[in-house]
């Protein structure tokens, strides 16, 4: 079987952050976990919480795993999943539908960080675990 293209998707830095973000984070997950990861994203960067682009959520310091390695920030020659393509292309058109009940964090089912606690949640998707935090009370 031949590799996925480098980049089969309409090319902005932004589909690049998120598709580089999914290839590391979700790449072994179904077509569901993959979309979960990605909602994640497109969750944060629609909060004021954290910042307004993806590329910025992508990097943020301590978001992910992943991008907090230096030597994988940049990554040059990823032959992305056929999957991954997929998402990321609904994602950059606007038509990715959120199956996290916007979550904004997750983790592996093989942990348990601290800061799942304190936060609601909201899906098991895969082998990752979806949070979002809890409404306040009035």
Not at 8 to 30: F, T, W
Not at 31 to 42: C, F, K, Q, Y
Not at 100 to 120: D, E, F, G, I
Request: glycine fraction near 2%; proline fraction near 5%; include cysteine.
């Amino acid at each position: 079987m031949l590799p996925a293209p480098v980049l089969a998707v309409p090319y902005s830095k932004q589909a690049k952050c998120l598709a580089d973000n999914l290839h590391y984070e979700a790449r072994g997950e179904s077509l569901a976990g993959i979309r979960a990861v990605a909602s994640v994203v497109l969750n944060r960067v629609a909060s004021k919480r954290w910042p307004n682009s993806i590329c910025r959520v992508v990097y943020q310091s301590k978001q992910f795993s992943w991008a907090n390695d230096y030597r994988a920030r940049n990554p040059k020659l990823v032959a992305y999943t056929q999957k991954v393509q997929r998402v990321v292309v609904k994602a950059m058109a606007g038509r990715l539908k959120d199956n996290t009940r916007q979550a904004t964090h997750y983790h592996t089912l093989a942990v348990y960080p601290k800061w799942a606690s304190r936060l609601k949640m909201t899906e098991v998707i895969g082998f990752h675990v979806f949070y979002k935090y809890p409404r306040r009370k009035k």
